[in-house]
DNA sequence: CACTTAACGCACTAACTGGTTACTTTCTTA
DNA sequence: TAAGAAAGTAACCAGTTAGTGCGTTAAGTG
């Protein structure tokens, strides 16, 4: 974000009042403190702050410290099922689909360890913010239908046993990635390792991909 | 907790001061509190009058807030454990002791969900508080060989396979249930159907059976 | 019984925290 | 270019919160 030098104004401040820039700027603080802290234990002040905003702007633009936790948490969801959708597992064979899918979810949340603080946070206040959603709701339908499709295809291929519910394969494949990891810190005390070193975070990923194709497998 | 009429005393106050008691008080009022709101949303007060204690009491016997949270955690932690020895795995059959396994830990989940609430807000902590606990320590490795052991009786018995991480197993058990009640509010939303009813989750708790015993078949 | 120890309680505070009031500055457009 | 709308700011506030100072009362002990 260099400000490159403008010959025809010596002093130029492009863009003083930029109102989405100033959006954007507290939703991607918010998110890093909501993540770090909790609904509960972040703080407003430390968020206008950080995102070098004053703290009337996110009062102005969110509402409350909820509506803000809200957005976030929205935009969060949005981001994650948008990523899903452009993997494109529609024109890969099932097994190559599936195992996709698996290293997908894997990768997404070592690389946006976010994600599953908000989703912790928001569960730990009852889903309350995300009921109000409606495009959430929208874009689950469209991933959950993804996995049906991919068990479907892989059924009638015979490769995939029959009588899978979907929607217990997709909390599964969900639930091996990110117990590890938002279990990480008392995970590695209580196994006396260290569940995030290279090697580690490779043999989960393998051990996980292994637990599914046996999962489905016919 | 009514008194009943003693003939001998017209006001009887049996017991007035009691230390175990009054701790217990406070550390079952905690682990409801801190279950409910995590370590930065509970409130002191809240506890010491849930308590029917003094919040000068909480300051007399755990130091602090923290010093109260990791007691509450600790504690926690050596329940479960317990609970896990008591299971005498032992003395069944490899694939029944696994099953019994994958079964209490799902149960145990469901009858204490504080449990769970607690381990997300100590790993929103970093594990601070439980990288200072010997106990735990002590605790977890008893429960690591116990798996093991199970997975060597079963690889020996030819009924499961050889080469299995006993810790990449227990993560994984513990993981398809903990996943699933930890987030069974955004679940119900994304999912749109109700986790937690009677069928959904004798259900998940087939699922996970059927998950745990393909993973370990030969 | 005198005396020490530990349990207990009241009232207080310093720092914090989400939210607001009142105001200035910049941009847009009729 | 005048005027209104929108962006942005500083200071402030009322309620809350973890933590304490200090005094009181019950229980154990020689």
Redesign the pocket.
Known sequence: MTTVADPAAPVS?P?????E???ARILDAAKKEFAKNGL?G?????ISEKA?????????YFG???GLFQTVLENAYVDIRTAEQKLNLDHLEPKQALERLVRFTWDYYLKNPEFITLVNSENLHRAKHLKKSEVVKVYSRKFVSMVESILQRGVAAGVFRAGIDPVQLNITIAAIGYYYLTNRFTGSIVFERDLMSKTAIEDRLAFNIDTIMRLVAC
Chains 1, 2 share one sequence.
Do not use: C
């Not at 863009?15 to 109102?19: I, S």
């Not at 070098?52 to 102005?60: E, L, S, T, V």
């Open positions: 401040k863009r003083v009042r930029d109102a820039a100033t959006k509960g972040a703080r407003v002040d430390l070098k905003a004053n703290k009337r702007m996110i009062y102005h409350s410290k909820e």
